[in-house]
Nanobody
Framework: VQLQASGGGLVQAGGSLRLSCAAS????????MGWFRQAPGKEREFVAA????????YYADSMKGRLTISRDTAKNTGYLQMNSLKPEDTAVYYC??????????????????WGQGTLVTVSS
């Protein structure tokens, strides 16, 4: 499956963004999907994940309450709604898919397909 992330941009602190992750080449209906981010000089870190059927979601503690992850199987697209953004949220955001049971994970090593990343910049 090929993934295309989009929706990043420049936003002021307190603002919102909605990231999209469009899948092609294969249906990702039976894959778990996750979002991770990587700031300059830092390792890639977990942001949010959703199970193959959307029934289970995980969120990073640092962003819990400000995120909503979702997926639209008809459109083969996943989404990440981010609210109340902070300057420390500035990073490149990546979407990925996992076929490893239980089809949802916080561990980036279990993801086998990645999008190219979309840059989110939050100004103070």
């Amino acid at each position: 499956v090929q993934l295309q992330a989009s929706g990043g941009g420049l936003v002021q602190a307190g603002g919102s963004l909605r990231l999209s992750c469009a899948a092609s080449g294969s249906t990702f209906n039976f894959y778990g999907m996750g979002w991770f981010r990587q700031a300059p000089g830092k390792e890639r870190e977990f942001v949010a994940a959703i199970s193959w059927n959307g029934g289970t979601t995980y969120y990073a503690d640092s962003m819990k309450g400000r995120l909503t992850i979702s997926r639209d199987t008809a459109k083969n697209t996943g989404y990440l709604q981010m609210n109340s953004l902070k300057p420390e949220d500035t990073a490149v955001y990546y979407c990925g898919t996992t076929r490893s049971r239980p089809l949802i994970s916080r561990d980036p090593r279990l993801y086998d397909s990645w999008g190219q990343g979309t840059l989110v910049t939050v100004s103070s």
